[in-house]
Structures are given as C-alpha cells and as structure tokens.
C-alpha cells in the first residue's frame, strides 16, 4: 500500500523522497528524473537527513540508517508491521532496573523485596 507520507525512525519522507531513497538503495544511482518533479532538490534533503552519501564517480552510498529506512518503507509497502525497539532493549532499562532492584529491595526503604520482573509479571 502506497503511502503520501512515511514517518519512519522519526524521519518523516514524503511519497517521491520514499521512493528515490528505495531506488538508490537498490541501485546506488539516481533513478531517472522523469518520476520526479524536482529530482535534485528531492536528493539534496535525502543527503541532508544522512540517508545516503554522494561519492566523486556520481553514485551514491545509503548510510546504515538510509538502508534500515528503505528496508521498513519496503515492508510498509507490502503491508508488513514495523518492529519497534522493545523498552527492555533500550539503556535506560538497564539503569531504571537497578535503581528499582537497589532502592525497592533495600530492608530500610520497602519491607517487601519484589525485583522489576516480578512486579511487570504480576501487573499482566
């Protein structure tokens, strides 16, 4: 399914800059400028937004980020879902169980010693 706007990865791409970005990933060249009504003004804010990387020879490199936003415009295309970053596998996770485990299970703090799984388990 075609889509006016994608908003991926906190990038917003309108329909043309979706597909120029697809269309380089696949074949790190500028696709023809009969599909686009302004094809240099459409590449310019994909390399300003560090999606892709002009190189001498007139081809271009998608970044690591360009290729991911290409890979989730494709599966939206198809009507896939979008995973999303699961907050267990963020940092702030890590650091906001510790100071649940350090405070909550401190005998001077919380009489009862409940560790953060425990209390996302009992919550479901």
């Not at 290409?70 to 100071?99: Q, V």
Request: charged fraction near 30%; include cysteine; glycine fraction near 4%.
């Amino acid at each position: 399914m075609k889509r006016n706007i994608y908003n991926i990865h906190g990038q917003r791409l309108r329909d043309t800059q979706a597909s120029m970005l697809v269309r380089i990933v696949e074949t790190h060249r500028m696709p023809s400028s009969a599909a686009y009504a302004k094809p240099w003004a459409t590449l310019g804010s994909l390399i300003d937004r560090r999606l892709i990387i002009p190189l001498a020879d007139g081809t271009y490199k998608p970044t690591k980020q360009g290729i991911e936003t290409a890979d989730a415009i494709r599966r939206l295309d198809r009507g896939e879902p979008i995973r999303r970053t699961n907050i267990a596998e963020r940092g702030i996770n890590r650091n906001f169980n510790k100071y649940w485990d350090d405070y909550y299970s401190h005998p001077l703090t919380y009489e009862y010693h409940p560790t953060l799984e425990t209390i996302c388990e009992r919550s479901r």
